[in-house]
């Protein structure tokens, strides 16, 4: 399996199974916002900064849109079996 290694991601999201992090990738010249989720018992704060290193895998995603209805189909980056690092004492 494929592993990742996503570092000074911040914590925008967490839930019972583990959190989603938010990191700042640069494709093409352009910066934007590349958003994983992490399966964990590891606890974290919103707001955290951490380090991840894990399996990646990728799975196709539906949702309706808020402003049209319509169906959508995103990637969704899920994280398995993770390393976590913080400067944040939990």
Do not use: C
């Not at 934007?32 to 951490?50: F, L």
């Not at 539906?62 to 398995?80: C, I, P, S």
């Amino acid at each position: 399996m494929a592993q990742i290694k996503i570092s000074n991601a911040t914590v925008a999201y967490v839930n019972a199974k583990g959190f989603t992090a938010k990191a700042q990738v640069e494709v093409m010249g352009n910066t934007r916002d590349e958003y994983y989720k992490v399966w964990t018992d590891q606890k974290v704060a919103e707001g955290d900064t951490v380090d991840i290193v894990g399996d990646i895998s990728a799975r196709v995603e539906e949702y309706n849109d808020k402003q049209t209805g319509d169906l959508k189909r995103v990637a969704a980056l899920h994280v398995n079996n993770p390393i976590i690092k913080s400067d944040t004492p939990f």
